[in-house]
């Protein structure tokens, strides 16, 4: 008879098994031993355990993160299918995000009323809130987009079904993170952006249970994913975030506001097309194999919500002569 192996129970022995990186590895350095990126810069504020996981390209920090810890006995345990573990790191990440957001935010609006009189004009003055919040999120969703581990992350997601359970979740914070603020931060929000910011909120928390390394695109699990891609693509279109707030300080009629505009409108057409075209896809295939369920049919009501302003906000776009357009030419 062949003795079955035995189970492993120091835990020190199955990190040191896990850990692909030295102590004396240099802090730019990922655990794939490519050089760090500023999308990786996320990964070094907030180090999970200090190490690689589960084959996620996380950077080397030699610090343990403990915080799962303190919130174990509050979530229910872990699962083939639900991840407490990534829900508690989700919690603690957007809200560290969310507070260096904030601090940003107000940061930018004192300093820009400083130097730049066409702001410090602005009317009526909440405005400025809505400006500021705007410009963070532009930012925040270039600097995402400039990392080729983020576009090599996307192919790997859609076409190999490959998702990289901290990288990708985390992402979503520095997406949720702005629009968490502009809750609390911007005065006076229409009603279908309140709701647009809850819903995203809401669908990361979701994800973030998720044990998005399960094979599939049925149920729950589907939903999940393409909740990630909905926000993958629309973290292409930071420059429709800089136009809507540059829109209100400058005029429209400016050489450089018209090529914003135009740059603007191409993209976010281009990733939308992209986007309805995947979910369309996703849905026909689900009905053919007969797989509709319950969280499916549940996903459409807000993702149709979010399709609809997608729409509102591309014939906005497209027509300068609306007057919607003309209020912002004031």
């Not at 066409?118 to 532009?138: D, E, G, L, T």
């Not at 693509?233 to 009629?253: D, E, G, H, K, Q």
């Not at 090529?259 to 603007?264: D, F, G, M, R």
């Amino acid at each position: 008879l062949v003795q079955a192996p035995a189970i492993i129970t120091d835990t020190s022995v199955t990190q040191m098994a896990v850990a692909p990186l030295n102590s004396s590895t240099p802090w730019y350095v990922c655990s794939d031993g490519s050089l760090m990126e500023p999308f990786d810069l996320l990964h070094l504020m907030f180090p999970h355990r200090g190490r690689d996981v589960k084959g996620d390209n996380v950077c080397f920090v030699p610090k343990h993160f403990t915080f799962q810890t303190l919130l174990q006995d509050i979530f229910p345990l872990n699962s083939e299918f639900f991840t407490s573990d990534d829900l508690v790191d989700s919690i603690f990440v957007l809200c560290l995000t969310s507070c260096l957001t904030t601090a940003g935010i107000v940061a930018l609006k004192l300093i820009w009323e400083r130097v730049d009189p066409r702001f410090a004009a602005i009317s009526p003055p909440h405005k400025k809130w809505y400006v500021a919040a705007n410009i963070a999120k532009a930012f925040y969703l270039a600097v995402m987009s400039i990392s080729s581990k983020y576009a090599t992350g996307i192919y790997n997601c859609i076409f190999l079904d490959k998702y990289p359970r901290l990288e990708i979740k985390r992402s979503g914070h520095l997406y949720v993170a702005t629009d968490l603020v502009a809750l609390f931060l911007v005065p006076k929000l229409p009603r279908s952006t309140i709701l647009h910011h809850v819903a995203t909120t809401g669908l990361l928390l979701m994800v973030s249970c998720i044990n998005l390394e399960i094979k599939g695109w049925a149920g729950l699990l589907g939903v999940s994913k393409m909740c990630l891609f909905y926000g993958m693509c629309s973290t292409y279109c930071y420059l429709v975030n800089a136009f809507l707030a540059l829109r209100v300080i400058y005029p429209v009629s400016w050489r450089s506001m018209e090529v914003l505009c135009k740059l603007s409108l191409w993209i976010y057409l281009a990733c939308c097309a992209v986007n309805w075209s995947v979910h369309l896809f996703w849905l026909g295939g689900l009905v053919l194999q007969w797989e509709l369920s319950l969280p499916v049919l549940l996903y459409t009501i807000p993702i149709a919500s979010m399709v609809n302003d997608d729409i509102k906000l591309i014939k906005w776009l497209m027509n300068l002569d609306s007057p919607m357009a003309g209020d912002r030419k004031n």
